[in-house]
């Protein structure tokens, strides 16, 4: 049997929360720019997003171009080149990935899945996301303020961060720090807004073990930025305010220019332990989410129940809980306490154990299913291989002895865009793909599909797999240019050449992907309500693309889990979560 | 046989034991936390992330507090008054911290008596708070004002380390913003109180929903909290 019976339910249970009324809309600006409705809030933070991923996309052109044709690109100086860095990894980790995964599908899928009507505080939703416009406004704003972005590198590690030698010192680094507390601001408002959904507003029968684990990845991980982006918040105000008025919080005694500066006295290690102790669980802020659409789309498209989806729960919040308590292994070079890096060591490697699990589970689900190589299942397939991959080299840099030689190197950057990079990118593809057709109504065109995973899938190792091998040689990370050493051999350049072209390479498939969403959109396949046959609630709305509300008159009630494909017994090939035990029954009766 | 894994169990299943019971009350049908409501679980949660600002701001204040080789000037002598002739160390801190603990008496007699429907006297009871916050603010600017004269600046004072200014204007400014957001709170909802929304069910400006009195007890778990963070405050900015 499966662990998570989906017959308990023996009446339904009665409702514990009256019908809230709804915010309706009276004009068309109510109604699609100032939206309070969770789905509209949804779209507008994807495309929001998406359109600040793609000049983060250009950006990893640009410095692509530069590290594989050195020279070639005057327009292209070493301060630019840092600028290019920084604005990159910011854009991609927190106003992308962070940005689409909660607010994206977080909006979207949530009150869909729990069977909601919309969120809890629709207003607060709303502001939710015209603050995080705001903060994606502010960061761009930066690209023509004088002096620049900042180059301070994504960690922005003060001193170097707020000194005179770091490009876009003047205005740069002052405006990414608003945008930043903008965005802490605005995401605690959606965020409160998806943990009180998921905990206090499900339909009837929904109880928590009866989640989608998407929901529950979503969940966990904006619990997780509820309590780690405070950290950010107030490493923020703090850089702000040494920049600012001249405070030394992080600002030690030194010299800059041959002249002595006016701080003094402030810790400089005590930024990179706020930063990370924000900065390791956003790693699996952005992973978690991932974790749980992967899981869907597993069970989904190998019409098979998720394997262990107990075992499944526990070790999405065992991660979650785990990754508060390893941040300082980024920090196995400034200088610590060695016995504080074998703590951290210990706890990183434990974080191994909750995620094999997965690992295996998702391996155990495809087993022996009926596996269909839809694209969002390609897209899954290719996120389990990149994560192990990723997670592997972890293995490398979390022990401290072997991460100390390779810190710094290109083998790091490998890692993490592995990682946390392609891995979750495949995920939100996959999503995307996946749960297209319920948002418009309309199938995302297969060849096009097809095109744009195959490219993106072996393009991405065309570039990052060359470059663990360069970060073994020593190559070092965010050098404008690495010149002619000892111990990179000019083999290492070409390598870098044909690096930089598949990522160009990448990134159009990319535009292929963009070109497919805007086409789609008109002229795709009509979908259906439920082309896939999932069972999950979502899937089971009366209109597609689903009305405001969700669900017309009546709420669904739930029977049963999300994951009931090939049910013996049963007449179709799965049992979608709201049909009351009687219908499965009677048609199974019949043979 | 195969179909008797679909047949609807009649008896409810026993509740299990152990882990998995608590697991199950955890996960149970519709909501987590029966008999919260929605305003009151996001609030609960707001304070548990709040929890985590104030929390780092303390942690940081007093890492550089070790870190710095300068030594720290002596709260007791910086934060005391002279009245009449004597100087009395930490005696306006006590009084705001007084008039602080005050007003979470009135705010929970403000509670008790919105959900008796009292409006009259919860709506003065609210504004009491709201007095007490504003005389601690009041209070904290004049503390501000003093310092400033004094010489001390968020770069430099004159008694020692520089970040003993920095940390101080910054944790007292940020929880002075808390208690002025607060007060703001307390006067709207005074205000809708006073005027029978709660009753008539008029609906809120921005959210065209419906209040309840439970708002008033929602606004003082939010005041209580800052109340709780300026005792932490208190502890380890004047007393350490």
């Not at chain 1, 923020?236 to 003094?264: A, I, N, Q």
């Not at chain 1, 190197?409 to 939100?428: C, D, E, R």
């Not at chain 2, 942690?59 to 710095?68: A, G, I, K, P």
């Not at chain 2, 009135?106 to 429907?117: D, E, K, L, P, S």
Request: charged content about 10%; some cysteine.
């Amino acid at each position: 049997m499966v662990d998570v019976p989906f017959d308990t339910v023996a009446g339904v249970p009665p409702a514990e929360v009256g019908e809230v009324e709804l915010y309706h809309p009276r004009s068309w600006w109510t109604r699609y720019v100032f939206s309070q409705d969770a789905k509209v809030i949804a779209i507008q933070y994807s495309i929001t997003a998406m359109s600040i991923g793609m000049v983060a996309l250009v950006l990893s052109w640009l410095m692509r171009l530069q590290l594989g044709f050195p020279g070639t690109f005057s327009f292209i100086d070493p301060n630019q080149y840092l600028q290019f860095i920084t604005m990159h990894g910011m854009i991609m980790v927190i106003y992308l990935l962070t940005a689409l995964f909660l607010g994206g599908f977080g909006n979207y899928l949530i009150p869909l899945m729990v069977g909601a009507r919309d969120m809890v505080f629709p207003y607060v939703n709303m502001l939710s996301y015209w603050i995080y416009l705001l903060a994606v406004v502010v960061l761009a704003s930066t690209f023509f303020v004088p002096g620049g972005p900042t180059g301070a590198g994504w960690t922005l590690y003060p001193p170097q961060a707020i000194l005179s030698g770091t490009p876009g010192q003047d205005w740069g680094i002052v405006l990414m720090l608003a945008s930043l507390i903008l965005f802490i601001i605005g995401f605690t408002m959606g965020g409160l807004n998806y943990v009180v959904t998921v905990l206090q507003a499900r339909t009837r029968g929904m109880t928590l073990m009866r989640l989608p684990l998407t929901v529950w990845g979503i969940f966990t991980a904006t619990v997780m930025a509820l309590l780690a982006f405070p950290a950010l918040f107030v490493a923020s105000v703090m850089l702000l305010l040494d920049r600012l008025l001249g405070t030394s919080f992080f600002m030690p005694t030194l010299v800059e220019m041959g002249t002595l500066t006016k701080y003094g006295g402030g810790s400089p290690i005590l930024f990179q332990h706020l930063f990370w102790f924000f900065g390791h669980p956003e790693v699996y802020i952005v992973a978690l989410p991932a974790f749980g659409i992967i899981s869907d789309l597993i069970s989904v498209h190998a019409r098979k129940n998720i394997f262990g989806y107990r075992m499944m729960v526990w070790a999405i919040v065992g991660i979650g809980a785990l990754s508060f308590v390893v941040w300082a292994h980024h920090m196995y070079v400034s200088g610590m306490h060695p016995y504080f890096g074998f703590f951290f060591a210990t706890t990183t490697l434990i974080i191994a154990i909750p995620t094999a699990i997965k690992v295996y589970n998702w391996v155990l689900t495809l087993w022996r299913g009926d596996i269909h190589l839809t694209i969002p299942m390609l897209f899954a397939l290719a996120f389990i291989v990149t994560f192990v991959n990723g997670g592997l080299t972890g293995l490398f840099l979390g022990n401290v002895v072997v991460d100390v030689p390779l810190s710094d190197t290109m083998f790091v950057v490998a890692h993490f865009h592995m990682v946390m990079g392609i891995a979750p990118i495949m995920a939100v593809f996959g999503g995307i793909y996946h749960w297209y057709p319920k948002v418009t109504g309309r199938m995302l065109n297969e060849a096009l599909g097809r095109f744009h995973f195959w490219v993106s899938f072996l393009g991405a190792y065309a570039i990052f797999f060359p470059m663990h091998y360069l970060g073994l040689l020593g190559m070092p990370r965010r050098y404008h240019d690495i010149g002619e050493t000892a111990f990179v051999p000019a083999s290492a350049h070409d390598l870098n050449a044909f690096m930089s072209v598949a990522a160009l390479i990448v990134g159009f498939a990319q535009l292929v992907f963009l070109f497919n969403l805007i086409w789609s959109l008109f002229k795709g396949r009509e979908a259906g309500g439920n082309p896939w046959g999932a069972a999950s609630l979502e899937w089971q709305t009366p209109e597609t693309p689903p009305g405001h509300g969700n669900w017309g008159k009546e709420l669904p009630i739930v029977y049963r889990w999300a994951y009931d494909y090939s049910v013996p017994g049963a007449a179709g090939d799965f049992v979608p979560q709201n049909e009351p035990p009687a219908g499965v029954l009677a048609q199974g009766a019949h043979p | 046989m195969a179909e008797t894994a679909l047949i609807n169990n009649i008896e409810a299943p026993a509740r299990p034991a152990g882990w998995r019971g608590i697991a199950a009350d955890w996960s149970s049908d519709q909501r987590a936390f029966k008999n919260v409501s929605w305003g009151k679980a996001m609030m609960w949660i707001f304070l548990l992330s709040d929890t985590f600002i104030f929390s780092c701001f303390l942690l940081s204040y007093m890492t550089t507090r070790m870190t710095t080789t300068v030594p720290w000037p002596n709260p007791s002598e910086v934060f005391a008054l002279t009245i009449g002739d004597k100087k009395i160390p930490l005696i306006l801190i006590a009084i705001m911290t007084f008039i602080l603990i005050s007003s979470s008496g009135t705010m929970a007699m403000a509670v008790n008596f919105g959900y008796r429907r009292d409006r009259a006297k919860t709506a003065a009871l609210m504004l009491a708070t709201a007095a007490f916050g504003a005389t601690f603010v009041g209070m904290q600017a004049f503390e501000w004002t003093k310092l400033i004269r004094e010489g001390v600046r968020p770069w430099g004072n004159p008694w020692g380390a520089e970040q003993f200014g920095s940390s101080f204007f910054m944790i007292t400014g940020f929880h002075g913003t808390h208690v002025t957001i607060g007060v703001i709170f307390l006067i709207a909802i005074a205000r809708k109180v006073w005027r029978g929304d709660f009753d008539v069910g008029r609906r809120g400006f921005f959210t065209s929903r419906k209040g309840h009195y439970e708002i008033v007890e929602i606004t003082g778990l939010y005041w209580h909290f800052v109340d709780l963070v300026w005792v932490f405050i208190f502890a380890l900015f004047y007393l350490w």
